[in-house]
């Protein structure tokens, strides 16, 4: 597995916040560097929303979909949160305080994707087989 670490969003960028979507020419330059390096089971983890969500995308020049998996953070949330468009949204968006966790399971080229609540109690997952 690649895990690629960002301080924002890098797939949803509907929302008029701060994301990858304001730089069109990296997104392209990043798209270019995962199909060009042939990287494998690539992972996108993102935060800075106050929000949770998975976002994902199939590209025809990646053999894998492309996850963005964001987490929140622990001690703060968008209170007030009331919805905004992603196109690339699977699941729900969780507004509560909430942590990210990732389990892997190599022999199966595997990645369970969770949110999990303050009390550690699952509220969703996503499950990628690469």
């Known amino acids: 597995f690649n895990i690629l670490v960002s301080s924002i969003q890098i797939l949803s ?14 997104v392209a330059r990043l798209k270019d560097l995962l199909v060009s ?3 494998e ?11 949770s969500e998975f976002s ?11 996850v963005d998996f964001t987490s ?20 729900e968006v969780l507004s509560e305080l ?15 994707m969770q949110m999990r609540g303050v009390g550690n109690e699952l509220q969703q997952e996503l499950v990628e087989t690469y």
């Open 98 to 112: 909430s942590f990210g966790l990732l389990l892997f399971d190599f022999s199966n080229k595997k990645i369970t």
């Open 13 to 26: 960028a509907e929302h008029g916040f701060e994301s990858w979507g304001n730089f069109p020419k990296e």
């Open 41 to 51: 089971n690539v992972v996108l983890l993102s935060g800075d929303r106050h929000i």
């Open 37 to 39: 390096s042939k990287a």
């Open 56 to 66: 994902a995308t199939n590209s025809p020049d990646l053999e894998y979909p492309l």
């Open 72 to 91: 929140s953070g622990l001690t703060h949330t968008y209170s007030d949160f009331s919805g905004e468009p992603n196109k690339f949204r699977q699941g």
